[in-house]
T-cell receptor, first 112, second 114 residues
Framework: EAGVAQSPRYKIIEKRQSVAFWCNPISGHATLYWYQQILGQGPKLLIQFQNNGVVDDSQLPKDRFSAERLKGVDSTLKIQPAKLEDSAVYLC??????????FGPGTRLTVL | AQSVTQLDSQVPVFEEAPVELRCNYSSSVSVYLFWYVQYPNQGLQLLLKYLSGSTLVESINGFEAEFNKSQTSFHLRKPSVHISDTAEYFCAVTVTGGGNKLTFGTGTQLKVEL
């Protein structure tokens, strides 16, 4: 069984630019999560999808972050415009029905 | 809201020595508890979890953790560590019936030395 795929693995941008991350969950997993992991901290949930509907986006900075999960499979997370404090690793995870979460390798974003 | 405290940011230990990584949680309702491991430049991998039943849970690579409700702890232990155990370990909690939202601790860097 293939794991959670994410791309790109690394991204460097200037502040105020926009960036997008892609995630492909494990086949058959209905629940998808995006986490932000700032250096020295544990991952923090940004948004949770159940199929293509949003379950929890209470910690998503909606003025600059957006996410979608079209057709209930792949998902993209976008930041526009980026700030220095957005430098972090963005982790995608999926679970079958809200049980054990399986994580992808993450995208390391550096904002200069 | 629930929270997780991992007091030790770094734990150095010699190979074949025992180790304990501490995790305490705070929650007003029942919880599920997890330990994840993160190797350099990789995503998080589930190490073990407590959902219900026996309070002692084990992983396939020799780690174990014990859920202690009275002390609100879920410490991770291994009787003899290997160089390959060098990684960052995260404790996480989710409330039962809470939509599976994980709250993570700040992590403990385990460094195994020869």
């Amino acid at each position: 069984e293939a794991g959670v795929a994410q791309s790109p693995r690394y991204k460097i941008i200037e502040k105020r630019q926009s960036v997008a991350f892609w995630c492909n969950p494990i086949s058959g997993h209905a629940t998808l999560y995006w986490y932000q992991q700032i250096l020295g901290q544990g991952p923090k949930l940004l948004i949770q999808f159940q199929n293509n509907g949003v379950v929890d986006d209470s910690q998503l900075p909606k003025d600059r972050f957006s996410a979608e999960r079209l057709k209930g499979v792949d998902s993209t997370l976008k930041i526009q415009p980026a700030k220095l404090e957005d430098s972090a690793v963005y982790l995608c995870a999926s679970s079958r029905r809200g049980d054990t979460q399986y994580f992808g390798p993450g995208t390391r974003l550096t904002v200069l | 809201a629930q929270s997780v405290t991992q007091l030790d940011s770094q734990v150095p230990v010699f190979e074949e020595a025992p180790v304990e990584l501490r995790c305490n949680y705070s929650s007003s309702v029942s919880v599920y508890l997890f330990w994840y491991v993160q190797y350099p430049n990789q995503g998080l991998q589930l190490l073990l979890k407590y959902l219900s039943g026996s309070t002692l849970v084990e992983s396939i690579n020799g780690f174990e953790a014990e859920f202690n409700k009275s002390q609100t702890s879920f410490h991770l232990r291994k009787p003899s560590v290997h160089i390959s155990d060098t990684a960052e370990y995260f404790c996480a909690v989710t409330v039962t019936g809470g939509g599976n939202k994980l709250t993570f601790g700040t992590g403990t860097q385990l460094k195994v030395e020869l």
